[in-house]
């Protein structure tokens, strides 16, 4: 669901900028406050991990379209919201400046459209009031599963509000949601699955690492280590054995785009200046970002925590 800069305006896209830049300052800020061990090691890891699981794409069936998960819930539901904004900024960040994955002048855009959506909305509105009725395998999926159609719908709904906003395009309002709106909500219920699996392994190896959940205190520390080293091991085997299973199908914006006006692209894109591997274009592309990804996350929160104790 990443935005190209051939559907902004520079009107749209300085207020969408403004908006996640503010909401990053913010994060960092809220994120300052927290004494949860371990949060800097977390969100490196989990960064990593999102980077390297948004490389797949899987087909929908039936439909000529792929998807890919977002991880906004996810990350969520392991290091709170404000951190995992903070998270799955850098990597759409990332995506941006080194693989010219969404435009550099709709960054702003993606940024609120897939991290705020997700992690600051359909996060504390819909999975923390499931959960804080009791935890349990099968609440963790249902509310993986609706939290995550709600983020993608809302994501899905605000790409079409932009795009007509900022009138480059003749696409109709009205037409894009009737096909943005049914593809993601599939998208969006296979992510939720797929966060849900995810999330009750975690329930079940180390539930100390859920936010908001103590867990077992004599057997946290140990089990908090395997299942992070398990969430590594998973992003580099991600990144170097399994991006050749990614979809060639176009993503569910790209479907969207080519039902309505018979291509799926309405510009050529040009590359931001510090893209290094356009489009993914090498075979170590995925462990380059993931490494990307995950240094920069670690600098930026002992930054950060560096600055709460000065």
């Given at each position: 669901m990443h935005m190209a800069d051939a559907l902004m305006s520079p009107a749209v896209a300085v207020t969408a900028?403004?908006?996640?830049?503010?909401l990053i300052v913010v994060s960092a800020n809220k994120i300052k406050g927290s004494s949860r061990e371990g949060l800097t090691s977390m969100m490196g890891i989990m960064g990593a991990f999102v980077f390297a699981a948004q490389m797949i794409n899987f087909t929908i069936p039936g439909?000529?379209?792929?998807?890919?998960?977002?991880?906004?819930?996810?990350?969520?539901?392991l290091l709170g919201p404000w951190a995992a904004f903070l998270t799955l900024s850098s990597v759409l960040i990332v995506q941006c400046l080194v693989f010219a994955d969404g435009g550099l002048m709709a960054l702003g855009c993606n940024i609120i459209n897939?991290?705020?959506m997700s992690c600051l909305v359909a996060y504390p509105l819909i999975?923390?009031?499931i959960m804080r009725r009791g935890i349990s395998s099968r609440r963790l999926m249902w509310s993986s599963v609706l939290s995550s159609v709600a983020g993608l719908l809302l994501g899905a709904f605000l790409v079409s509000v932009e795009t007509v906003l900022s009138g480059v395009t003749a696409l109709p309002c009205v037409t894009f949601l009737s096909v943005m709106i049914p593809i993601?909500?599939?998208i969006g219920a296979c992510e939720g699955v797929a966060t849900?699996?995810?999330l009750m392994f975690v329930f079940r190896s180390s539930p100390s690492l859920l936010y908001g959940e103590t867990g077992e205190a004599s057997s946290s520390e140990s089990s908090r280590r395997?299942?992070?080293?398990?969430?590594a091991a998973t992003a580099i085997v991600l990144a170097v054995g399994f991006t050749w299973l990614a979809s060639s199908d176009p993503d569910g914006l790209e479907w969207s785009i080519e039902r309505i006006t018979g291509s799926t692209e309405l510009a050529p894109a040009a590359a931001p200046v510090t893209a290094v591997i356009p489009d993914y274009e090498s075979y170590f592309a995925g462990i380059?970002?993931?490494?990307i990804v995950m240094v920069m996350l670690w600098a930026l929160s002992a930054l950060i925590f560096r600055h709460r104790r000065c």
């Open positions: 900028g403004a908006a996640a830049a503010a439909t000529g379209s792929s998807g890919h998960i977002i991880g906004g819930i996810m990350l969520a539901a897939m991290a705020a999975f923390r009031p993601h909500l599939v849900g699996l995810v395997k299942v992070l080293i398990a969430f380059v970002g993931a490494i």
